[in-house]
């Protein structure tokens, strides 16, 4: 039941990513769902090879649906989930939305610089203000989206029942 939920998400993610979000153009940066997605799942799953197949497929997936080198967004997007899934306990006292939004606003903003560098050979500050920030802004946002919908939908907590045993 789990990997079909699995399932659903990516079916859900990628339906929007091309429909609706494919013509959308923030300054010169169109948002991608792959990146909130698969930070969020990195960051609340406890098993490694879940983690790693999750973000594989999304990964792969997401270099056919962008503009870019299919290559390196695939490799991108799966190291980033894997890079978050190891680090996700540090800092240990920082709630997981909290890092969720820091680690997509990073990635997000260094990934879209690295597409720019790759597409132009140089990093200029109109590129950095008016397709780098405002990427990693609209990506940072989807993750109040994404976040409270992945945690009901795919990692509640198991409340454990009391017995009068465990009292004593």
Known sequence: MRNFKFGVWIFCIFLVQTAVLSGVHVYDAVPSLVLPFTICAA???EDFMTTAV??????????????HSYIVTVLYIFYASILVYALKSKPLYVNRA?????WTFILSGLM??????????????????YSALPYAVINTLFVIIIYPLLKRTMYKEDKKKLLIGDLV
């Open 43 to 45: 960051l609340m799953q």
């Open 98 to 102: 909290v890092k969720a939004f820091v």
């Open 112 to 129: 879209e610089m690295i597409f720019r560098v790759i597409d132009a050979g140089t990093m200029t500050t109109n590129a950095l203000l």
């Open 54 to 67: 999750l973000s594989g497929i999304c990964a792969l997936t997401a270099g056919a649906f962008t503009s």
